[in-house]
């Protein structure tokens, strides 16, 4: 064994090494050194420091970079699939074990391993030898470099037909942390053995990683849908190579467990029973047997999961994706559960969320390239319905997708690209399905008892108000509603507002003007209600200027803070700054993250002076 950044020689060999970085603008860095009469490289002693401090600026600006609690993960099963790729075989094996006690991850490939002569080149800063090969995934060369430094044993042992060596760095950590300007040391040994394949230890892993927060059932989605073990081919090619993975998990307590691991991303629609979900396919075949009824498309598709899988045109490529649709936001929560991802404590804990929603099954626009999910999400663009966005999933996967290090973003323009694909993909499911998606079916026609009617009705609170003749409180009654806010807009009561028609088309409640504007209103017994209209796309956020219910109450301000809709009392009008944009009589505001438009509410109860 013999040292390599850590003895007095190799001190000069590692200075000399990042000032070429420096100086070929972190392209390949070759072993080119100069040797003096005793075979120790040379270079000038005053750089020393110089150099030390600056590679340190380096690691500190790579891990500013990460920030997902995955992101160790990612990098070192980023690198064993790449290695088994180039292997060409379809035996591939990758054995991962995750110590949450001791804080420790090793990860073992069967892959193409690495050149004795090469191990200690790629160990450099921003070395790597995959910038100009299209089967890996990465490219960047600073993963491992970002792995190595967050812990402060690291072992690399690696072997293939070349012959086998090992790495090993002690206190990469501590040393990253430090402002001392002493090197770090990497030894680097060439070993008599004969294996295949890489192994990467990492032990005493900082405090700063929060992957053994998880538990076993969070780590193993986590291992699914944010790394390369998440295979994302396979969902449009079965051909594609296969690895058997599997997966030791140790827990805080020390107990171990064992669990095999699907080569496979994990789609929303996995493990839900058949009659839980509907592909777009099968539908349409449904639909061409006969002259189906709307009530028969709506009975099909009722409570149904619907996915479908495509691609669009992309400079001169094709674009996969795979999209499914939920029939209620709170599916999500039942998936999640389902699966042991989460309580439901945990979901209504907002701090829980802020720390561990990435371990949810949720909705989003997100990202693959080459097969590897990579954790970016979009933002939905802007459309009519933006409340059914909560419905959705979409996974994208695009072989020349570029992202920064980290995986935060993606570069230039292209994320507005994928946005207004993603538009495209939302209005295709609204305009061909989710009109027979919403709502339940019609029940049957039942008979009733006029005078056991009567007598409910009896039961219900006075109203007692002098501003209308109606007698006895809505309690659950949109019809009464609507026949409050008519009877008080005849009296003078309500101003401004002028109707045309009342449930055109059976769409909205009512169409009006106010003042030259054309608006829509509709009425609700209880505020909070709408939201099933949103849910089900009978209604559309974007198309209501208002909406008139009855008694604003804080089950109605928890149901949309649940959604992430806010609701707030509106600003009274000033007797000199008067707001000349609020609705007629507005009571309240409701507006949704990332839209222009505000919707009003008219708390009838409020007007009427009750």
């Given at each position: 064994?013999?040292?390599?950044?850590?003895?007095?020689?190799?001190?000069?060999?590692?200075?000399?090494?990042?000032?070429?970085?420096?100086?070929?603008?972190?392209?390949?860095?070759?072993?080119?050194?100069?040797?003096?009469?005793?075979?120790?490289?040379?270079?000038?002693?005053?750089?020393?420091?110089?150099?030390?401090?600056?590679?340190?600026?380096?690691?500190?600006?790579?891990?500013?970079?990460?920030?997902?609690?995955?992101?160790?993960?990612?990098?070192?099963?980023?690198?064993?699939?790449?290695?088994?790729?180039?292997?060409?075989?379809?035996?591939?094996?990758?054995?991962?074990?995750?110590?949450?006690?001791?804080?420790?991850?090793?990860?073992?490939?069967?892959?193409?391993?690495?050149?004795?002569?090469?191990?200690?080149?790629?160990?450099?800063?921003?070395?790597?030898?995959?910038?100009?090969?299209?089967?890996?995934?990465?490219?960047?060369?600073?993963?491992?470099?970002?792995?190595?430094?967050?812990?402060?044993?690291?072992?690399?042992?690696?072997?293939?037909?070349?012959?086998?060596?090992?790495?090993?760095?002690?206190?990469?950590?501590?040393?990253?942390?430090?402002?001392?300007?002493?090197?770090?040391?990497?030894?680097?040994?060439?070993?008599?053995?004969?294996?295949?394949?890489?192994?990467?230890?990492?032990?005493?892993?900082?405090?700063?990683?929060?992957?053994?927060?998880?538990?076993?059932?969070?780590?193993?989605?986590?291992?699914?849908?944010?790394?390369?073990?998440?295979?994302?081919?396979?969902?449009?090619?079965?051909?594609?190579?296969?690895?058997?993975?599997?997966?030791?998990?140790?827990?805080?307590?020390?107990?171990?467990?064992?669990?095999?691991?699907?080569?496979?991303?994990?789609?929303?629609?996995?493990?839900?029973?058949?009659?839980?979900?509907?592909?777009?396919?099968?539908?349409?075949?449904?639909?061409?047997?006969?002259?189906?009824?709307?009530?028969?498309?709506?009975?099909?598709?009722?409570?149904?999961?619907?996915?479908?899988?495509?691609?669009?045109?992309?400079?001169?490529?094709?674009?996969?994706?795979?999209?499914?649709?939920?029939?209620?936001?709170?599916?999500?929560?039942?998936?999640?559960?389902?699966?042991?991802?989460?309580?439901?404590?945990?979901?209504?804990?907002?701090?829980?969320?802020?720390?561990?929603?990435?371990?949810?099954?949720?909705?989003?626009?997100?990202?693959?390239?080459?097969?590897?999910?990579?954790?970016?999400?979009?933002?939905?663009?802007?459309?009519?319905?933006?409340?059914?966005?909560?419905?959705?999933?979409?996974?994208?996967?695009?072989?020349?997708?570029?992202?920064?290090?980290?995986?935060?973003?993606?570069?230039?323009?292209?994320?507005?690209?994928?946005?207004?694909?993603?538009?495209?993909?939302?209005?295709?499911?609204?305009?061909?399905?989710?009109?027979?998606?919403?709502?339940?079916?019609?029940?049957?026609?039942?008979?009733?008892?006029?005078?056991?009617?009567?007598?409910?009705?009896?039961?219900?609170?006075?109203?007692?108000?002098?501003?209308?003749?109606?007698?006895?409180?809505?309690?659950?009654?949109?019809?009464?509603?609507?026949?409050?806010?008519?009877?008080?807009?005849?009296?003078?009561?309500?101003?401004?507002?002028?109707?045309?028609?009342?449930?055109?088309?059976?769409?909205?409640?009512?169409?009006?003007?106010?003042?030259?504007?054309?608006?829509?209103?509709?009425?609700?017994?209880?505020?909070?209600?709408?939201?099933?209209?949103?849910?089900?796309?009978?209604?559309?956020?974007?198309?209501?200027?208002?909406?008139?219910?009855?008694?604003?109450?804080?089950?109605?301000?928890?149901?949309?803070?649940?959604?992430?809709?806010?609701?707030?009392?509106?600003?009274?009008?000033?007797?000199?700054?008067?707001?000349?944009?609020?609705?007629?009589?507005?009571?309240?505001?409701?507006?949704?993250?990332?839209?222009?438009?505000?919707?009003?509410?008219?708390?009838?109860k409020i007007v009427l002076g009750s």
């Amino acid at each position: 064994m013999y040292g390599f950044i850590g003895f007095i020689s190799t001190h000069h060999f590692f200075t000399y090494l990042i000032i070429k970085i420096m100086k070929s603008n972190f392209q390949d860095i070759y072993l080119d050194y100069t040797y003096n009469k005793t075979d120790m490289p040379i270079i000038p002693n005053f750089l020393q420091n110089l150099a030390c401090e600056q590679i340190r600026q380096s690691i500190l600006d790579i891990d500013d970079s990460y920030n997902n609690d995955w992101d160790i993960l990612a990098e070192l099963l980023q690198n064993s699939v790449d290695a088994i790729r180039k292997t060409e075989s379809n035996d591939g094996i990758i054995q991962i074990k995750v110590d949450c006690q001791n804080r420790s991850i090793k990860v073992t490939d069967n892959g193409i391993g690495i050149d004795p002569d090469k191990l200690p080149k790629l160990i450099s800063m921003f070395g790597t030898d995959k910038r100009e090969d299209e089967k890996s995934i990465g490219e960047k060369g600073v993963g491992l470099k970002f792995a190595i430094f967050s812990c402060n044993e690291f072992h690399l042992k690696t072997g293939n037909e070349n012959g086998t060596s090992q790495a090993k760095i002690i206190d990469a950590y501590t040393w990253k942390k430090s402002t001392n300007n002493t090197f770090l040391s990497l030894e680097y040994d060439i070993l008599n053995e004969n294996i295949k394949g890489t192994e990467v230890t990492l032990n005493k892993i900082s405090d700063e990683q929060a992957i053994f927060n998880l538990t076993l059932p969070q780590l193993k989605y986590v291992l699914r849908t944010r790394t390369a073990i998440g295979n994302t081919n396979v969902i449009w090619d079965a051909t594609d190579i296969n690895i058997n993975v599997t997966l030791t998990y140790v827990d805080p307590a020390g107990n171990e467990f064992k669990d095999t691991i699907p080569f496979k991303y994990w789609l929303p629609i996995e493990g839900i029973g058949e009659n839980d979900k509907l592909s777009l396919s099968e539908y349409n075949d449904y639909i061409r047997e006969a002259d189906r009824t709307d009530q028969q498309k709506r009975n099909k598709l009722k409570n149904k999961v619907i996915y479908w899988d495509k691609y669009f045109d992309l400079n001169n490529r094709k674009v996969k994706f795979f999209c499914c649709a939920v029939p209620g936001r709170a599916v999500w929560n039942d998936i999640s559960i389902h699966f042991n991802l989460g309580t439901e404590d945990n979901l209504k804990d907002g701090e829980w969320i802020d720390k561990f929603g990435y371990s949810l099954q949720q909705p989003g626009i997100f990202m693959s390239v080459k097969g590897m999910p990579t954790g970016i999400t979009i933002e939905p663009p802007t459309t009519g319905a933006a409340g059914m966005w909560a419905q959705m999933f979409v996974l994208i996967e695009d072989r020349k997708l570029k992202f920064d290090i980290g995986r935060k973003s993606i570069h230039g323009k292209t994320k507005n690209i994928y946005k207004e694909k993603a538009r495209i993909i939302f209005n295709e499911y609204r305009t061909n399905i989710s009109k027979y998606v919403a709502g339940d079916v019609a029940p049957e026609s039942t008979s009733w008892d006029r005078d056991e009617i009567f007598k409910e009705i009896e039961e219900l609170i006075d109203l007692r108000n002098k501003n209308t003749s109606f007698l006895k409180t809505p309690k659950d009654q949109e019809a009464t509603v609507a026949a409050l806010f008519y009877e008080a807009l005849g009296r003078g009561i309500i101003k401004d507002i002028k109707p045309l028609i009342s449930g055109y088309k059976h769409k909205y409640d009512l169409f009006g003007l106010w003042g030259n504007k054309r608006v829509v209103i509709e009425f609700k017994s209880k505020l909070f209600k709408i939201l099933k209209d949103w849910n089900d796309e009978q209604k559309m956020f974007t198309d209501i200027d208002c909406v008139v219910c009855w008694d604003v109450s804080e089950d109605d301000q928890q149901a949309f803070k649940d959604v992430g809709i806010i609701l707030e009392k509106a600003e009274p009008d000033g007797l000199i700054n008067k707001n000349l944009q609020k609705f007629p009589h507005a009571t309240h505001t409701l507006r949704y993250s990332g839209l222009q438009n505000t919707i009003y509410v008219i708390d009838i109860k409020i007007v009427l002076g009750s």
